[in-house]
């Protein structure tokens, strides 16, 4: 039994061919980044405030533009596309 187990293996040894690895292929590549930017951004107004009673606005001035009253169908609505796309990552209620 063990003789036939040695030819086997005699015989299986014989039709391995040696099989040589093809030379890897090397990728190479690299980021360069902007040189043009500077180090330090400077932002210019392209037109001044018109007066120095112009620089500073009052609390109502800057929050009535944003408070408006809103249909109700429309903020229905609203509230439902928010809940179907579940922004922010919880069960709707």
């Known amino acids: 039994m063990s003789g036939k187990i040695i030819v086997l293996m005699m015989l299986m040894l014989a039709f391995v061919m040696p099989v040589q690895a093809e030379e890897p292929i090397k990728l190479e590549s690299s980021f360069v980044g902007d040189k043009e930017q500077p180090a330090v951004s400077y932002f ?7 007066g120095a009673d112009k620089l500073y606005q ?3 001035d800057k929050y009535e533009k944003s408070i408006d ?6 903020m229905l609505r609203s509230m439902r596309i928010y809940n179907e796309m579940n922004l922010e990552g919880r069960n709707p209620q």
Do not use: A, I, L, M
């Open 44 to 50: 210019v107004p392209w037109k001044g405030p018109g």
């Open 69 to 74: 009253s809103v249909d109700r169908e429309v």
């Open 58 to 60: 009052k609390q109502e």
